[in-house]
């Protein structure tokens, strides 16, 4: 079927480290996956972080990067030097063609300490 | 522009009791998402509308929860006979377009005793 596993949390990383989340994915009966970060900081709601729908291809948003690697089926969230409002739970998902259906990751919580 | 709202924005319940949830997308936006986040995991989509028709509900528990949204814009998430497992916060969410994202409301966090 079609599932999304990702680094399980929580994940604590010291301000200005560097930060990769694990994310891959299984489309089986997806033809054309779109592929998502999505992003809920403490107190809001979910919101969209990046997104990527064609292969090869790279997002970045908000100094995080992830590249849509088809061949080995993953999404991994990256950043460089993360800050203590980086803080928050990150969900990879995928989506079918135009992303009307959209699965998510169990989330991976993130703290930063200062 | 303002965003997805939802209310309740908290239910606490006995087993066996009815609850409504309702949602009011943004304007403008033809889909609208419900989902079911239980603790601890990602947001699990239940049923989603396109204006006022049903496109997906197979994931839907059609004994004990319907929704509906009869106008194409606001819906109504109801739970008959609520269950323990029912624990969970309730997301909505809304999308114009197939060039867009969806948005997502506050959500509703329920806890069934």
């Known amino acids: 079927g079609d599932s999304v596993t990702q680094t399980e949390g929580p994940v604590t990383v010291s301000e200005s480290e560097s930060l990769i989340i694990n994310c891959t994915y299984s489309?089986?009966?997806?033809?054309?996956?779109?592929l998502f970060w999505y992003v809920r900081y403490p107190g809001e709601g979910l919101q969209l972080l990046l997104k990527?729908?064609?292969?090869?291809q790279k997002g970045s948003s908000r100094g995080f990067e992830a590249t849509y690697n088809k061949e080995t089926t993953s999404f991994h969230l990256q950043k460089a030097s993360v800050q203590e409002s980086d803080s928050a739970v990150y969900y990879c998902?995928?989506?079918?063609?135009?992303?009307?259906?959209?699965?998510f990751g169990k989330g991976t919580h993130l703290h930063v300490l200062p | 522009e303002a965003g997805v709202t939802q209310s309740p924005r908290y239910a606490v319940l006995q087993e066996g009791q009815a609850v409504s949830f309702w949602c009011d997308p943004i304007?403008?936006?033809?889909?609208l998402y419900w989902y079911q986040q239980p603790r601890d995991q990602g947001p699990q989509l239940l049923v989603y509308f396109r204006d006022e028709a049903v496109i997906d509900n197979s994931q839907l528990p059609s004994d004990r929860f319907s929704a509906v949204r009869p106008k194409g814009t606001n819906s109504t998430l109801k739970i008959q006979s609520a269950k323990q497992g029912d624990t969970a916060t309730y997301l909505c969410?809304?999308?114009?377009?197939?060039?867009?994202?969806?948005?997502f409301g506050p959500g509703t966090r329920l806890l069934v005793l």
């Open positions: 990527v729908i064609t292969a090869g």
């Open positions: 998902a995928l989506g079918d063609t135009n992303a009307y259906k959209v699965i």
């Open positions: 969410a809304s999308r114009r377009g197939i060039q867009d994202t969806q948005y």
């Open positions: 304007s403008g936006h033809d889909t």
């Open positions: 489309a089986t009966s997806i033809a054309y996956p779109n």
